[in-house]
């Protein structure tokens, strides 16, 4: 391969705020310039019910700022791992929305449901998103994480590619030893039109691996798809894949070519340079080594090129650690982090490095015209294998971009221990409600469980679920003004009130009839005054 001749610089974010919250599995949205951090490990605290935030990063300290969501925004979970790309009206509009595809729940279920993300409040200092879920129908993809999604266009139409990821062993193939086995997703390739909700699969025989955590390129009807893991055969793929997507008034056509010239590398992350060259860092070479060498793509008449380039001078720390993540942060910089286990108390930090693809002069102000996606896989240590690659967070703002007020930084340290206090203590014996497992039971949850106030002894809070109230009584419990008794205490309540004493009313004797009269009544005036009296 030719080499290219940019030289790459890296720099080290010496301070990060709350970089505990920036762990493997996470996403980026970039909105006009302002990056959103969404998906953190956990569900979302207090102080950002809606577990999305505003990145800012500003001399070299990164801070978060909570996000808000409109009244008409459905619930949306912190998923780690989904899919993520930019949908357009046309490839040349300048509006756009981010679509969100399967993805892990905190308490590891997968999601299948898809979410269209838009920004409706562009002032920084309150930022209001509206999420809306779409309804599919067809041949709708299954639960997966570790896949990409990527949007074509073509004579004048749009629709979404999703291809590659894993996803749960079946019910039916499932034994007790592995029962949350993780397989590959059958190689399929779905089309989804988000005008109508129709989704419908192809099998194409070029595809014959499931493969996740990949490199998806997409150019107008094209879409490059580069290396990938595939955990039937523990390989890498070699082969670079071009598929092609032709949307006519009828019935769309999908081609697939095997292309030359392909890396055999999962975890890869792309960042876009210009208008026709993306650089490929990071990833995987081999279950236990990094692949540092780094690649220039070069997308030009329907055509691709992968040249090697030169890599930065990798630091030691990064050199010797095991594993890596990172994200494309747009204009040809990527963020890197490494564990910061084995030399931090906290072994949630990780350390952070800004990466530049390209100088700083020749950064200008392009809109891409391209979509990349890509995915990374390690999971973390107690997930479902025992080894897969790093993490990647999708990214797309400069680093030195953000100016927004320091005003409601969201600063981990003010939280609360919520293991004891607040919405997650042990209300009860039975008590099950986990700030780790817990999802919305009732409609009215948004990002905490719902409580009622027991006024037993000196009163205490109980959760809602636990006490086994329907939304209904709990409602009505809510409204009305009555005092509520745990399950605990509401027999000792019982038994303490004693009946209410009951007043008798007291009978009056009816009084006998007096006769007033002192003189003997004859027979006719006693008939008359019997008459009279009883009229």
């Given at each position: 391969m030719?080499?290219?001749?940019d030289?790459?610089?890296?720099?080290?974010?010496?301070?990060?705020?709350?970089?505990?919250?920036?762990?493997p599995g996470?996403?980026?949205?970039?909105?006009d310039?302002?990056?959103?951090?969404?998906?953190?490990?956990?569900?979302?605290k207090r102080?950002?019910p809606?577990?999305?935030?505003?990145?800012?990063?500003?001399?070299n300290?990164l801070?978060?700022?909570p996000?808000?969501?409109?009244?008409?925004?459905?619930?949306?979970?912190?998923?780690?791992?989904?899919?993520?790309?930019?949908?357009?009206?046309?490839?040349?509009?300048?509006?756009?929305?981010?679509i969100?595809?399967?993805?892990?729940?905190p308490?590891?279920?997968?999601s299948?449901?898809?979410?269209?993300?838009?920004?409706?409040?562009?002032?920084?200092?309150?930022?209001?998103?509206q999420?809306?879920?779409?309804?599919?129908?067809?041949?709708?993809?299954?639960?997966?994480?570790?896949?990409?999604?990527s949007?074509?266009?073509?004579?004048?139409?749009?629709?979404?590619?999703?291809?590659?990821g894993?996803?749960?062993?079946?019910?039916?193939?499932?034994?007790?030893?592995?029962?949350n086995?993780?397989?590959?997703?059958l190689?399929?390739v779905?089309?989804?039109?988000f005008e109508?909700?129709?989704?419908?699969?192809?099998?194409?025989p070029?595809?014959?691996?499931?493969?996740?955590f990949?490199?998806?390129?997409a150019?107008n009807?094209?879409?490059?798809?580069?290396?990938?893991?595939?955990?039937?055969?523990?390989t890498?793929s070699?082969?670079?894949?071009?598929?092609?997507?032709d949307?006519p008034?009828?019935s769309?056509?999908?081609?697939?070519?095997i292309l030359?010239?392909?890396?055999?590398?999962?975890?890869?992350?792309?960042?876009q340079?210009?208008?026709?060259?993306?650089?490929?860092?990071?990833?995987?070479q081999?279950?236990?080594?990094?692949?540092?060498v780094?690649?220039?793509?070069?997308?030009e008449?329907?055509k691709i090129?992968i040249?090697?380039?030169?890599?930065?001078?990798w630091?030691?720390d990064?050199?010797?650690?095991?594993?890596?993540?990172?994200?494309?942060?747009?204009k040809?910089?990527?963020?890197?982090?490494i564990?910061?286990?084995?030399?931090q108390?906290?072994s949630?930090?990780?350390?952070?490095?800004?990466?530049k693809?390209?100088?700083?002069?020749?950064?200008?102000d392009?809109?891409?015209t391209?979509q990349?996606?890509?995915?990374?896989s390690?999971?973390d240590?107690?997930d479902?294998?025992?080894?897969?690659?790093?993490e990647?967070?999708c990214?797309?703002?400069?680093?030195n971009?953000?100016d927004?007020?320091?005003?409601?930084?969201y600063?981990?340290?003010?939280?609360?221990?919520?293991?004891e206090t607040?919405?997650?203590?042990?209300?009860s014996?039975?008590?099950?409600?986990?700030i780790n497992?817990?999802?919305?039971f009732?409609s009215?949850e948004?990002?905490?469980?719902a409580m009622i106030?027991?006024?037993?002894?000196?009163?205490?809070?109980?959760?809602?679920?636990?006490?086994?109230l329907s939304?209904?009584?709990?409602?009505h419990?809510?409204?009305?003004?009555?005092?509520?008794?745990?399950?605990?205490?509401?027999?000792?309540?019982?038994?303490?009130?004693t009946?209410?004493?009951?007043?008798?009313?007291?009978?009056?004797?009816?009084?006998p009839?007096?006769r007033?009269?002192t003189?003997?009544?004859?027979?006719?005036?006693?008939?008359?005054?019997?008459r009279?009296?009883?009229?």
């Open positions: 030719a080499q290219s001749p030289k790459m610089s890296l720099q080290v974010v010496s301070t990060v705020s709350n970089s505990s919250l920036l762990q996470f996403s980026l949205l970039n909105f310039g302002h990056v959103f951090f969404f998906g953190q490990k956990g569900w979302p102080s950002c809606t577990g999305v935030f505003l990145l800012n990063i500003k001399q300290e801070k978060m700022k996000a808000l969501f409109s009244k008409d925004s459905c619930y949306l979970p912190p998923l780690r791992y989904p899919a993520l790309c930019v949908l357009r009206s046309s490839a040349e509009s300048d509006e756009y929305q981010y969100i595809h399967g993805g892990k729940t308490n590891n279920d997968l299948d449901k898809v979410y269209v993300m838009s920004l409706v409040n562009k002032n920084s200092k309150k930022p209001i998103f999420c809306i879920e779409k309804d599919l129908g067809g041949d709708v993809p299954e639960a997966r994480y570790g896949h990409t999604i949007v074509v266009h073509s004579q004048g139409r749009s629709m979404s590619v999703i291809f590659g894993r996803s749960y062993t079946p019910l039916a193939q499932r034994i007790t030893e592995k029962w086995s993780i397989v590959d997703c190689p399929s779905f089309l989804i039109d109508f909700g129709c989704c419908t699969s192809y099998i194409l070029e595809l014959r691996d499931g493969l996740a990949h490199v998806s390129i150019r009807d094209t879409i490059y798809i580069l290396g990938g893991h595939s955990l039937q055969n523990n890498r070699p082969s670079l894949y071009k598929l092609k997507v949307l008034l009828g769309p056509a999908v081609t697939c070519t030359p010239g392909g890396i055999s590398v999962s975890s890869a992350i792309v960042s340079t210009t208008d026709t060259e993306f650089v490929l860092v990071g990833g995987y081999s279950d236990n080594q990094k692949r540092l780094c690649n220039t793509i070069v997308l008449d329907n090129e040249l090697e380039r030169e890599s930065p001078d630091t030691p990064i050199k010797h650690c095991r594993i890596w993540f990172g994200c494309d942060m747009g040809g910089s990527v963020l890197l982090g564990p910061g286990a084995n030399k108390v906290n949630d930090a990780n350390y952070f490095y800004i990466l693809c390209k100088e700083a002069e020749a950064d200008k392009e809109e891409p391209a990349i996606c890509s995915q990374t390690t999971e240590p107690g479902f294998t025992p080894f897969e690659d790093s990647e967070f990214f797309s703002a400069e680093a971009s953000f927004v007020d320091d005003a409601d930084i600063n981990e340290d003010d939280e609360e221990d919520e293991s607040g919405y997650w203590i042990t209300c014996a039975s008590c099950n409600i986990d497992t817990w999802v919305p009732y009215t948004l990002s905490k469980p106030l027991c006024s037993g002894g000196a009163g205490h809070w109980v959760h809602a679920q636990c006490m086994d939304e209904s009584i709990l409602l419990l809510s409204e009305a003004n009555i005092k509520y008794f745990c399950n605990k205490h509401v027999d000792l309540n019982k038994e303490l009130q009946p209410k004493k009951t007043v008798q009313l007291k009978k009056q004797p009816m009084k009839l007096r007033k009269t003189k003997k009544l004859t027979t006719p005036a006693k008939k008359s005054f019997l009279r009296l009883f009229e």
